[in-house]
């Protein structure tokens, strides 16, 4: 008793905030006379909203139940014992607060042993255990699960996953160790490395039962009743459950694919998918005591790691911070919006009338010069509802509303009665100035007036309109309907109504606003086209194609820069490029090669032949190269100098509100790594930010260790 | 056109635990919908050959329709338990005679055609939903006296019954009480209550005086094992001083939901449904609101005349316990004894409990099983008393007797 008080104290002292687990033990008769039964249920005292999650306090509630379970089970008075979750919700793993706040590698590693000495008792008790997953269910909450004899899952289930490694963790209270003996190496590499690093892919509870995580599934209207009526048949023996042994061949393939999964997802940049990939492969021959221990050594060093650090703060800023938009007004400012218009009904016009008239469900009305175009666009919307409708998402009275909402018009008096029009005209100044002049001459004063352009000033655009205060710039990344970043811009005389309206229509898009200052190309585009115009610099100056290209690889982008030009287009990129040398030519070069290659009409840089990737060969006689070659470090190094100088300057010109706001974007909008944080934690911890801004751009352990 | 009324037949009825309202209770925290979805949905579960979508009506009963006994309980319960859209639903309240007048209605839908099959039970959790619950009586029922106001408080009713009849004493009605207890003890013993239970999660938060977390209801709470008439002398009476009327010789507050599946005969001949009772007759009657534990007297007369039977050709009673007194008042009018062994052999509803509107689907489904162990007896009948002075009795036929639909 003693020991464990003193536990309890050295855990609050450590965690005071934690929300602690209980975990009641209640015994019940389970039916058909199959005999008694202590069931456990994890409940942290609040609703769903705030789902349940392990921290060292919460561990030992569970551990004083197990022990009660466990002189039950010695007395004989029990059959079996089980474990299941407050209504929705199972466990969803470890407290990250928790994990991100320990302050050393002792107490990181007493950590990953008490989840284990704990857990692995479900496994140890003299009767059968049972895990009833009747809701969410994620890290330590499926680990707490497999330890048990056996499982069963509600059909009803949102959400599985081990998303250890999408944070730069890996599980480390057991799943390495058990999933792949319960479910096969195969599948528990899918499970451990191939859904986290798929955008922390979900199982759902069929799912879950098919890869035979659980040995049965029940529908949850009266999912707990029918589980213990399972457990009562397979107690008194009329159900059997058979496992299967894996031969070795099963694993060496799966590891083998597990590696292809890491090398082409994270191409070594964050060592955390090997790590457990090689726990994986360990657990065909460890003994249990090998295998948690050779967690709890991997999983403490992970935690005293960089990347992880800056992956829970990613985490945090995804799940929090985007949520709700630093800066942003008072929404009860926001004003309706009842009727969209949007100018324009080309591909991006269109794209964005899809998107409003998908989540807003109002009229929406196109407008373009000619008929031909007008009707092109109606007809590009009503083609993807019917795609929407094709994939379940709409049903066809849904469809009908939708598409009866949108409509073509060559004449803007149709946005009379609107409350938000938005341009996606050509992308220059004066043809976005003459749009404002001829909308404000037919819409209400207090219709929102927005932009989608890419790197024009917004300030420029409305400065010669009689309201100004009604312009946004509302900047969307392609392909719309996928990337979540959505750039707010306030330009100078924006006022908060207007403002509240453009974040509120945002969140009504199920998009991600971040508030930005009108300055040139904003944030995600002047981010990435000042470092990547260090790679046509190179390239500009004789450094191979290759060597320019790869040179970055070390971060783990999702993409290399010559990828990233193919996919937004030459064309494009060079404008932002024209744009951005325009506002500040000391630090942004417009490329001749890329100029070249535009003027050329190619589309990038590569082509594919029989199915490899392969340097355009026109592109040797086509490019003027210099004599100065860099290696691949010194390009990375010059990619992140300008990388450092950049952000420092949007900071101190109030770009963003913070640093986070950066990493946000990068994170959301360029699908920059987690393991770096976005990308200002990497610059703290490389010391490029130190070197080139004199300062860190946020605090030691904010997104780093201590 | 020309109509042919349906034989209408009683396949299979089960019931939830019955429960101890209040905040010890074990259903202290669970919903009341909850307790009737499980319901339904262990009926489709035991009857596979059940085409889900041939039921035409879900008519499920409840006295207080508030809140998780509101919303139109049978079609959101049918929508809950997966039945499929296409199935309609709809709610009954005849206070304690819900789940009665629930099968009587579908009965009457089944009889005349518009209806195949259908699903009829009833919900009272009296621990979310107190008697009495948001009523706002009418003023004029004082001003013109339209009722003693005795009338609205069920205990002083039954009072008023031993008043009526002065031979019915308190120490008759401790004594039924007492045997009430043994029998329900005694059916338990030998396996007869738990095939018509469905287990129900109990989901308790960390502050339940009742323990927290998940439990599994599997057995009735309110029955008292051991009680004796000594123990029930001492009560006190508390709807009067020196009454007779007592909390161990009525039924307690309860918690709990029962369902039943009504069906043409033919119908469920054709699906290969068991026929567990045929519908012979019913008949419900008003009485005096402040004596209202006499209304099983009127409505069983009626519903006898009605089948051109006496009361001699029955020969099963399951009669609700709502007060000892209540019961009593009927076997003193046909003259049977209080512990005739026809009269609610697994006891009744002062040992199990009476969650109002639940309460008439178990009394069919105990009839049910009494018919398949008594042969020898073509009718039985259930019968209830309800408040503001009404009477409810449904005569059923045995199948399994050898002149059955002759």
Redo the contacts between chains.
Sequence with gaps: MTDRQSLIEQATAAFPEEVVT?A???L????GGAGR?A???L?N?FDHTKPTTFGPRGLVNIDVALDEVAKLAEDGEIVAAGV?G??FIFAVGADLKGIAGAASKEIAKATGKQGHDTFRRLGELSVPTFAFINGAAMGGGVEIALHCTYRTVSAGLPALSLPEVFLGLIPGWGGTQLLPRLIGPDNAVTVVLDNPLSQNRQLKGKKVFELGIADAIF?A?????ES??WAAAVIKGELVVERKEYPEAEWTAALERGKQIADSRVHGATPAPYLALDLIGSARTASRSEGFDAEDEALADRIMSEEVRSGVYSFNLVQKRAKRPVGAPDRSLARPVTKVGVVGAGLMASQLATLFVQRLAVPVVLTDIDQERVDKGVKYVHEQLDLLALKGRLNSDKLNRLKALVSGSLTKDVFADADFVIEAVFEELSIKQQVFAELEAVVRPDCVIATNTSSLSVTEMASKMEHPERVVGFHFFNPVAVLPLLEVVRAEQTDDPSLATAFAVAKTLKKNAVLVKDAPAFVVNRILTRFLGVINEVLDEGTPIEVADRALDPLGLPMSPFELLELVGPAIGLHVSETLHAAFPDRFAVSENIKKLVAAGKRGIYQWVDGVRVVDPELEALFEVGDSPSTAEQVLDRATTALAEEIDLMLREGVVAAAEDIDLCMILGAGWPFHLGGITPYLDRTGVAEKVAGRRFLDKGVASLP | MPRTARDVVFVDGVRTPFGKAGPKGMYAETRADDLIIKCIRELVRRHPELPVERIGEVAIAATTQIGDQGLTLGRTAALLAGLPQSVPGYSIDRMCAGAMTAVTSVAGSVALGSVDIAFAGGVEHMGRHPMGEGVDPNPRIIAERLVDESALVMGQTAENLHDRFPQLTKERSDAYAAASQEKYAKALANGKIEPDLVAVATRNTLESQAGPGWGLATADEPPRPGTTIEGLAALKTPFRVRGKVTAGNSAGLNDGATASIIAAEDVARELGLPVRMRLVSYSFAGVEPEVMGFGPIPATEKALAIAGLTIDDIGLFELNEAFAVQVLALLDHYGIADDDPRVNPWGGAIAIGHPLASSGVRLMTQLAHHFEEHHEVRYGLVSMCVGLGMGGTVIWENPNHEEYGK
């Design positions: 209980h009641p033990v209640h019940l008769d389970l039916p039964f069931l456990i249920t409940d005292g299941t407050k209504p529908e209207a009266d999912f707990l009743e213990l009526g």
